[in-house]
Nanobody, 115 residues
Framework: QVQLVESGGGLVQPGGSLRLSCAASGISFTIYAMNWYRQAPGKERELVATITPSGSTNYADSVKGRFTISRDYAKNTVSLQMNSLKPEDTAVYYC?????????WGQGTQVTVSS
């Protein structure tokens, strides 16, 4: 049984940092690309960052240079380090395995950037 459980969201001031974690079980990082998506109120879900089985990473233009995706095989976690946060980063962030058409999603964690 596949489980993806996010943690680390919260309220942060503009310019601040947060680190999101996704604890994965029942899934192999050597097979699935791991992704972080986000969805803001009234907007479509968007892909934020990807780490492939080979370790390659890709980012949305809006977060390049500010966000970093990584994975820890020993802990079976995928993380998203978010720096220089902006109000427009406010959204529910979702961990995903396998892409937008996959059934493997976490429950989401709220990130709010506000002064």
């Amino acid at each position: 049984q596949v489980q993806l459980v996010e943690s680390g969201g919260g309220l942060v001031q503009p310019g601040g940092s947060l680190r999101l974690s996704c604890a994965a079980s029942g899934i192999s990082f050597t097979i699935y690309a791991m992704n972080w998506y986000r969805q803001a109120p009234g907007k479509e879900r968007e892909l934020v960052a990807t780490i492939t089985p080979s370790g390659s990473t890709n980012y949305a233009d809006s977060v390049k240079g500010r966000f970093t995706i990584s994975r820890d095989y020993a802990k079976n976690t995928v993380s998203l380090q978010m720096n220089s946060l902006k109000p427009e980063d406010t959204a529910v962030y979702y961990c995903n395995a396998g892409g937008v058409l996959s059934r493997y999603w976490g429950q989401g964690t709220q990130v709010t950037v506000s002064s």
